[in-house]
Protein backbone atom coordinates (compact mmCIF):
# COMPACT_ATOMS: atom_id res chain seq x y z
CA UNK A 1 0.00 0.00 0.00
CA UNK A 2 1.33 3.70 -0.93
CA UNK A 3 2.51 5.80 2.20
CA UNK A 4 0.48 9.19 2.32
CA UNK A 5 0.99 12.06 4.27
CA UNK A 6 -1.55 12.34 7.27
CA UNK A 7 -2.23 16.29 6.88
CA UNK A 8 -2.02 16.12 3.09
CA UNK A 9 -2.69 12.90 1.69
CA UNK A 10 0.41 13.10 -0.65
CA UNK A 11 2.41 10.37 -1.19
CA UNK A 12 5.80 10.20 0.52
CA UNK A 13 9.28 8.90 -0.54
CA UNK A 14 9.54 7.19 -3.39
CA UNK A 15 6.50 7.74 -4.15
CA UNK A 16 6.16 11.22 -3.62
CA UNK A 17 9.10 11.74 -6.26
CA UNK A 18 7.42 9.81 -8.85
CA UNK A 19 4.01 11.98 -8.49
CA UNK A 20 5.75 15.13 -8.05
CA UNK A 21 8.12 14.35 -10.83
CA UNK A 22 4.73 13.44 -13.32
CA UNK A 23 3.50 16.79 -12.08
CA UNK A 24 6.11 18.77 -13.16
CA UNK A 25 5.89 16.49 -16.53
CA UNK A 26 2.29 17.41 -16.91
CA UNK A 27 2.54 20.98 -16.02
CA UNK A 28 5.26 21.41 -19.02
CA UNK A 29 2.91 19.76 -21.35
CA UNK A 30 4.22 16.51 -21.51
CA UNK A 31 0.72 13.94 -21.88
CA UNK A 32 2.04 11.19 -19.08
CA UNK A 33 0.13 9.46 -16.42
CA UNK A 34 1.28 6.59 -14.18
CA UNK A 35 2.18 3.25 -17.29
CA UNK A 36 2.50 5.72 -20.31
CA UNK A 37 4.65 4.02 -22.66
CA UNK A 38 7.94 5.90 -23.76
CA UNK A 39 9.75 5.00 -26.63
CA UNK A 40 13.67 5.49 -26.58
CA UNK A 41 14.96 5.18 -29.72
CA UNK A 42 18.68 4.04 -29.09
CA UNK A 43 20.57 1.29 -29.15
CA UNK A 44 20.91 -0.62 -26.38
CA UNK A 45 23.71 0.07 -23.64
CA UNK A 46 24.70 0.18 -20.66
CA UNK A 47 23.73 3.97 -20.94
CA UNK A 48 20.42 4.45 -22.58
CA UNK A 49 19.81 0.45 -20.20
CA UNK A 50 20.30 2.79 -17.09
CA UNK A 51 17.98 5.61 -18.32
CA UNK A 52 14.96 2.87 -19.47
CA UNK A 53 15.09 1.63 -16.04
CA UNK A 54 15.42 5.38 -14.25
CA UNK A 55 12.12 6.18 -16.39
CA UNK A 56 11.10 3.11 -14.73
CA UNK A 57 11.64 4.00 -11.61
CA UNK A 58 11.27 7.37 -11.10
CA UNK A 59 8.78 8.08 -13.35
CA UNK A 60 6.75 5.10 -13.41
CA UNK A 61 7.03 5.36 -17.15
CA UNK A 62 6.68 2.23 -19.45
CA UNK A 63 10.06 2.10 -22.07
CA UNK A 64 9.56 0.37 -24.86
CA UNK A 65 13.12 0.94 -26.09
CA UNK A 66 13.77 0.15 -30.46
CA UNK A 67 17.52 -0.48 -31.48
CA UNK A 68 18.84 0.82 -34.69
CA UNK A 69 17.06 3.24 -37.09
CA UNK A 70 13.13 2.65 -36.29
CA UNK A 71 10.49 3.12 -39.77
CA UNK A 72 7.80 5.05 -39.99
CA UNK A 73 6.18 1.75 -38.97
CA UNK A 74 7.24 1.72 -35.89
CA UNK A 75 5.68 4.54 -34.64
CA UNK A 76 2.23 3.68 -36.30
CA UNK A 77 2.86 0.56 -33.87
CA UNK A 78 3.37 2.26 -30.96
CA UNK A 79 0.08 5.06 -31.17
CA UNK A 80 -0.06 6.03 -27.54
CA UNK A 81 3.61 6.85 -27.07
CA UNK A 82 3.50 10.59 -27.05
CA UNK A 83 7.03 10.57 -25.57
CA UNK A 84 9.55 9.77 -27.71
CA UNK A 85 13.34 10.15 -26.28
CA UNK A 86 16.28 9.39 -29.36
CA UNK A 87 19.84 9.47 -30.61
CA UNK A 88 19.57 11.54 -32.99
CA UNK A 89 21.76 9.43 -35.72
CA UNK A 90 18.60 6.89 -35.17
CA UNK A 91 16.12 9.45 -36.75
CA UNK A 92 18.48 11.18 -39.57
CA UNK A 93 16.52 9.83 -42.09
CA UNK A 94 13.24 9.90 -41.32
CA UNK A 95 12.97 13.39 -39.33
CA UNK A 96 11.96 15.14 -42.28
CA UNK A 97 8.61 13.08 -42.66
CA UNK A 98 8.22 12.16 -39.07
CA UNK A 99 7.95 16.25 -38.53
CA UNK A 100 4.96 16.88 -40.66
CA UNK A 101 3.06 13.44 -39.48
CA UNK A 102 3.89 11.60 -36.06
CA UNK A 103 5.86 14.23 -34.41
CA UNK A 104 3.32 16.61 -34.70
CA UNK A 105 1.53 15.38 -31.91
CA UNK A 106 4.31 13.71 -30.13
CA UNK A 107 7.12 15.32 -28.02
CA UNK A 108 10.84 14.56 -29.15
CA UNK A 109 13.72 14.78 -26.68
CA UNK A 110 17.06 14.38 -28.14
CA UNK A 111 19.43 11.69 -25.79
CA UNK A 112 22.84 13.50 -25.88
CA UNK A 113 25.86 11.84 -25.00
CA UNK A 114 29.34 13.23 -24.78
CA UNK A 115 30.88 11.70 -28.25
CA UNK A 116 27.55 12.68 -30.04
CA UNK A 117 26.91 16.14 -29.20
CA UNK A 118 28.20 17.74 -32.99
CA UNK A 119 25.60 15.19 -34.52
CA UNK A 120 22.70 16.47 -32.77
CA UNK A 121 23.41 20.08 -33.80
CA UNK A 122 22.20 19.15 -37.43
CA UNK A 123 18.52 18.09 -36.25
CA UNK A 124 18.14 20.23 -33.23
CA UNK A 125 15.19 22.45 -34.86
CA UNK A 126 13.35 19.45 -34.86
CA UNK A 127 13.77 18.51 -30.96
CA UNK A 128 11.58 20.06 -28.70
CA UNK A 129 14.30 19.47 -25.72
CA UNK A 130 17.30 17.89 -24.72
CA UNK A 131 18.28 15.01 -21.99
CA UNK A 132 21.30 13.73 -20.59
CA UNK A 133 21.55 10.47 -19.46
CA UNK A 134 23.20 11.16 -16.29
CA UNK A 135 19.96 12.36 -14.62
CA UNK A 136 19.02 9.34 -12.40
CA UNK A 137 16.36 9.97 -9.55
CA UNK A 138 16.34 13.12 -11.12
CA UNK A 139 15.02 12.37 -14.54
CA UNK A 140 11.47 13.37 -14.44
CA UNK A 141 12.51 17.21 -13.42
CA UNK A 142 15.24 16.63 -16.16
CA UNK A 143 12.71 15.91 -18.55
CA UNK A 144 10.16 18.20 -17.49
CA UNK A 145 12.85 21.06 -17.53
CA UNK A 146 13.62 19.95 -21.32
CA UNK A 147 10.05 20.30 -22.87
CA UNK A 148 10.44 24.19 -21.32
CA UNK A 149 13.88 24.73 -23.43
CA UNK A 150 16.61 24.01 -20.36
CA UNK A 151 18.58 21.26 -20.14
CA UNK A 152 19.91 19.79 -17.39
CA UNK A 153 24.04 19.19 -17.73
CA UNK A 154 25.50 16.47 -16.02
CA UNK A 155 28.87 17.72 -13.98
CA UNK A 156 31.39 16.48 -16.32
CA UNK A 157 29.77 19.18 -19.42
CA UNK A 158 29.61 21.76 -16.23
CA UNK A 159 33.16 20.87 -15.76
CA UNK A 160 34.29 21.35 -19.63
CA UNK A 161 32.17 24.44 -19.87
CA UNK A 162 34.50 26.03 -17.66
CA UNK A 163 36.94 24.74 -19.85
CA UNK A 164 35.72 26.26 -22.90
CA UNK A 165 35.38 29.86 -21.14
CA UNK A 166 39.20 29.37 -21.20
CA UNK A 167 39.61 28.26 -24.62
CA UNK A 168 37.30 30.99 -25.60
CA UNK A 169 39.81 33.38 -23.62
CA UNK A 170 42.86 32.54 -25.86
CA UNK A 171 40.92 32.21 -29.16
CA UNK A 172 42.96 35.72 -30.40
CA UNK A 173 46.32 33.08 -30.19
CA UNK A 174 44.88 31.31 -32.99
CA UNK A 175 46.27 32.70 -36.66
CA UNK A 176 43.89 33.37 -39.21
CA UNK A 177 43.72 29.82 -40.74
CA UNK A 178 43.44 28.48 -37.36
CA UNK A 179 39.79 30.35 -36.79
CA UNK A 180 38.32 29.52 -40.38
CA UNK A 181 39.32 25.97 -40.06
CA UNK A 182 38.05 25.75 -36.24
CA UNK A 183 34.62 27.34 -37.65
CA UNK A 184 34.48 24.84 -40.56
CA UNK A 185 35.01 21.82 -38.10
CA UNK A 186 32.00 23.62 -36.07
CA UNK A 187 29.75 23.06 -39.43
CA UNK A 188 30.78 19.42 -39.30
CA UNK A 189 33.04 19.57 -42.65
CA UNK A 190 35.49 16.67 -43.20
CA UNK A 191 39.30 17.18 -44.16
CA UNK A 192 38.42 17.54 -48.11
CA UNK A 193 35.39 19.82 -48.05
CA UNK A 194 37.56 22.27 -45.41
CA UNK A 195 40.24 22.41 -48.08
CA UNK A 196 37.69 23.11 -51.30
CA UNK A 197 36.26 26.03 -49.11
CA UNK A 198 39.71 27.28 -47.35
CA UNK A 199 41.26 26.87 -51.06
CA UNK A 200 44.00 24.22 -49.33
CA UNK A 201 45.59 20.72 -49.37
CA UNK A 202 44.12 18.10 -47.31
CA UNK A 203 47.58 18.14 -46.25
CA UNK A 204 47.98 21.83 -45.61
CA UNK A 205 44.15 21.24 -43.11
CA UNK A 206 45.41 18.04 -41.38
CA UNK A 207 48.19 20.26 -40.50
CA UNK A 208 46.05 23.61 -39.01
CA UNK A 209 43.91 20.74 -37.31
CA UNK A 210 46.81 19.64 -35.12
CA UNK A 211 48.08 22.89 -34.51
CA UNK A 212 44.55 24.38 -33.09
CA UNK A 213 43.96 21.25 -31.48
CA UNK A 214 47.33 21.64 -29.82
CA UNK A 215 47.16 25.32 -28.93
CA UNK A 216 43.77 25.40 -27.13
CA UNK A 217 44.27 21.26 -25.63
CA UNK A 218 41.54 19.88 -27.77
CA UNK A 219 41.14 15.80 -27.35
CA UNK A 220 40.15 15.63 -30.78
CA UNK A 221 38.75 17.36 -34.27
CA UNK A 222 35.15 16.09 -32.60
CA UNK A 223 35.64 18.10 -29.29
CA UNK A 224 37.02 20.92 -30.99
CA UNK A 225 33.95 21.04 -33.70
CA UNK A 226 31.54 20.96 -30.82
CA UNK A 227 33.57 23.55 -28.94
CA UNK A 228 32.98 25.70 -32.68
CA UNK A 229 29.61 24.98 -32.54
CA UNK A 230 28.57 26.45 -29.13
CA UNK A 231 31.38 29.16 -29.17
CA UNK A 232 30.20 30.26 -32.91
CA UNK A 233 29.68 33.56 -31.69
CA UNK A 234 33.19 33.64 -30.09
CA UNK A 235 34.59 32.40 -32.91
CA UNK A 236 33.31 35.04 -35.51
CA UNK A 237 33.99 37.60 -33.22
CA UNK A 238 37.89 36.40 -32.94
CA UNK A 239 38.27 35.56 -36.58
CA UNK A 240 36.82 39.24 -37.20
CA UNK A 241 39.13 41.05 -34.61
CA UNK A 242 41.88 38.79 -36.53
CA UNK A 243 40.82 40.21 -40.11
CA UNK A 244 40.71 43.58 -38.44
CA UNK A 245 44.13 43.34 -37.08
CA UNK A 246 45.54 42.21 -40.36
CA UNK A 247 44.43 44.88 -42.70
CA UNK A 248 45.64 47.21 -40.12
CA UNK A 249 48.77 45.45 -40.89
CA UNK A 250 48.60 45.67 -44.62
CA UNK A 251 48.29 49.23 -44.44
CA UNK A 252 51.50 49.92 -42.61
CA UNK A 253 52.80 47.18 -44.74
CA UNK A 254 53.56 44.69 -41.86
CA UNK A 255 53.04 41.22 -42.32
CA UNK A 256 49.72 39.25 -41.81
CA UNK A 257 49.26 36.90 -38.83
Known amino acids: MQQTEATTGTPTGLARRNYE ?28 QRLAQDLQTYCQLRVEQL ?34 SVLRWRHLFFLMERDHLLEAASFARWADGFIFPENGPHVCDALALAADGIAVLPPYMTAEFSLDQIRIDQLSMLEQIELKVLACLGCGLPNAAIGERLGLTQTNVKSVVRSLLGKLHFRNRTEAGVFARLASDSVARAKSARDGANLRRQAIGTPEI
Do not use: C, K, W, Y
Open 21 to 48: GLRAMQSNGLQVTPGSPVLLLADRTPTT
Open 67 to 100: AGAPSAEDFERHPQARVIIAAPATLSALLPTLAS
